[in-house]
């Protein structure tokens, strides 16, 4: 189907509003900005390139021209102006992701080819040029280091308390991810082909039998919708250290966007353009935080909040207990003074 260009779209027009309030809370924990500036620091621009692209192919007009193709479409959807590399790495697993510092770049795993077909890879790459376009990338590079190192492998940072921190990096990387969602649906402006992306990220290929995204879209209105507190605890934890949110709940928020006036609005060329998003108070995206959700807000800022809570609670108990200021607190993590 023919797709609408996007001249001059702003990452706002995408963002899922509470995207930026979990980022702006997730700032303002003590030792962050440390944390980034130190691995940022280690590991650098060219650091990243040899970690993440020893074993992948570059993706041009002479190697693999039909994702290239399709690639090229999709940057000029958006119009962006900048055309990040792309690389394809041998692995079956099914992810992609963009990363990086300075000069950002796109990966998508070979299994992630195999599973989906062109619409579908459509939207992926519309994803990850979502995550550049929001500036998403130096904060979701540093979530994908924590994750796959591990903090034991990370000496430089000790003296920091990194759980905390770790906590509510993910919890803003699952809302950066909603947004994302967004920016692939932009990418296709095919709502059924972009919710089939998470049939099968959720349930593989049909192979020799069938799959019906009709159903898989009732199992998500079911999981959003059934049980009480006790299973509301249960999904938080099996969330917490999650990188990214459950695909039943993507469908369902997707669903639910692709539904609303926002999206329609975009599609008639009505969107905060590059250049007039300005910076925002904190208080501005928690409104539009509590607006979005309406009856769900109260739950849904609640656990933006909560983390946030939790993260600078344990960070000063940590605080305390290097400096001996409370030795009852538990902790022997922290921050050295």
Not at 17 to 37: H, K, Q, S
Not at 165 to 189: F, M, P
Request: charged share 25%; hydrophobic share 40%; with cysteine.
């Amino acid at each position: 189907m023919p797709r609408i260009p996007l001249p001059g779209i702003s990452s706002l027009a995408w963002e899922h509003p509470a995207d930026r309030a979990a980022l702006n809370t997730l700032r303002a924990i003590p030792g962050f900005d440390e944390v980034v500036r130190k691995i940022a620091g280690f590991f650098g621009e060219r650091g990243l390139r040899h970690l993440f692209l020893a074993n992948a192919v570059r993706v041009g007009p002479g190697q693999r021209p039909k994702l290239d193709a399709l690639y090229d479409e999709v940057i000029a959807t958006f119009e962006w102006p900048r055309r990040p590399q792309l690389y394809v790495t041998q692995t079956p697993f099914v992810n992609a992701g963009a990363v990086g510092f300075d000069d950002p770049f796109i990966i998508i795993n070979s299994g992630t080819l195999g599973l989906l077909d062109r619409e579908e890879q459509r939207d992926v790459l519309a994803h990850e040029l979502g995550h550049v376009m929001s500036g998403h990338v130096t904060y979701s590079t540093i979530a994908v280091i924590l994750l796959n190192f591990g903090l034991k492998n990370l000496p430089f940072l000790a003296g920091i308390a990194l759980l905390p921190i770790q906590v509510a990096l993910l919890e803003w990387y699952r809302k950066a991810e909603l947004s994302c969602d967004r920016a692939g649906l932009l990418g296709t402006q095919d709502p059924r082909a972009s919710l089939g992306t998470y049939l099968k990220l959720a349930g593989g290929s049909a192979g020799d039998d069938t799959i019906d995204l009709d159903q898989f879209l009732l199992q998500a209105q079911e999981y959003e919708t059934s049980g009480g507190a006790w299973d509301s605890a249960l999904k938080f934890f099996n969330t917490v250290f999650r990188d990214h949110p459950l695909n039943t709940v993507r469908a369902a928020e997707l669903q639910r966007w692709a539904a609303s006036e926002d999206y329609a609005r975009i599609l008639r060329g009505e969107y905060p353009r590059r250049g007039d998003d300005g910076d925002r108070p904190l208080t501005q995206d928690y409104a539009a935080a509590a607006g979005y959700y309406g009856d769900r807000a109260r739950a849904a800022l609640g656990e933006i909040e909560g983390a946030v809570g939790r993260a600078r609670d344990a960070f000063g108990q940590a605080f305390r207990s290097r400096t001996g200021g409370n030795p009852d607190s538990g902790s022997d993590g922290g921050r050295s003074s």
